[in-house]
């Protein structure tokens, strides 16, 4: 069971507006904590997506967006592309618990 | 161009040891924190270990903790992690990743191709 909690699934047609959401508590995103995103494309390592709650790395397309609010972050990606299909994970610190770099179990997206 | 190699992985039975190395190039290898974090088959992402730049500063998940060794050598840009007493609940993917610098950061900017450590007799 991870720290932080993101849905298993969700799904979009191309050209659709998706939302994933990380729900923490006030150890980890509630305690000020930045929400970062990760994209995994199958059989490849994770590649930062999202840091700091909202930036983007130099090279990831302004499709995807990032937002916080309370306990709670959510990943945006507009124009829904086949290539986005991937996992995604949320990370944050918690002050708290056995594991201070916390994760989400993960959301698979798939483009229907 | 940053890039991160990991290697050492491979099967090993339940209680052995292993050790695994992540060669870093493209960057300032001395300057930043570094990071294991593994992937059992199927499962999501697990933060295991990070290091300071100069490793006078370690820090562990609770599951590793006296069984696993973060360590570092800034004259050869490697990164490494000894792993003793190993389970079959270790078995994952390991990533060497680089954590990212500035005061407040906390993310892991760039990732290693990962690494295959098996627990198993």
């Known amino acids: 069971q991870s720290v932080l909690t993101q849905p298993p699934s969700v799904s979009g047609a191309p050209g659709q507006r998706v939302t994933i959401s990380c729900t923490g508590s006030s150890s980890n995103i509630g305690a000020g904590y930045d929400v970062h995103w990760y994209q995994q494309l199958p059989g490849t390592a994770p590649k930062l997506l999202i840091y700091?709650?909202?930036n983007r790395p130099s090279g990831v397309p302004d499709r995807f967006s990032g937002s916080k609010s309370g306990t709670s972050a959510s990943l945006a990606i507009t124009g829904l592309q086949a290539e986005d299909e991937a996992d995604y994970y949320c990370?944050?610190?918690?002050?708290?618990?056995?594991?201070?770099?916390?994760f989400g179990g993960g959301t698979k997206l798939t483009v229907l | 161009e940053v890039q991160l190699v990991e290697s050492g992985g491979g099967l090993v039975q339940p209680g052995g040891s292993l050790r695994l190395s992540c060669a870093a190039s493209?960057?300032?290898?001395?300057?930043?924190?570094m990071s294991w974090v593994r992937q059992a088959p199927g499962k999501g992402l697990e933060w295991v270990a990070n290091i300071k730049q100069d490793g006078s500063e370690k820090y562990y998940v609770d599951s590793v903790k006296g069984r696993f060794t973060i360590s570092r050598d800034n004259a050869k840009n490697s990164l490494y992690l000894q792993m003793n007493s190993l389970r079959a609940e270790d078995t994952a993917v390991y990533y060497c990743a680089r954590y990212c610098s500035g005061g407040s950061c906390s993310n892991f900017d760039y990732w290693g191709q990962g690494t295959l450590v098996t627990v198993s007799s």
């Open positions: 700091g709650n909202s």
């Open positions: 493209g960057f300032t290898f001395s300057s930043y924190w």
């Open positions: 990370q944050s610190y918690d002050s708290s618990l056995s594991a201070l770099w916390v």
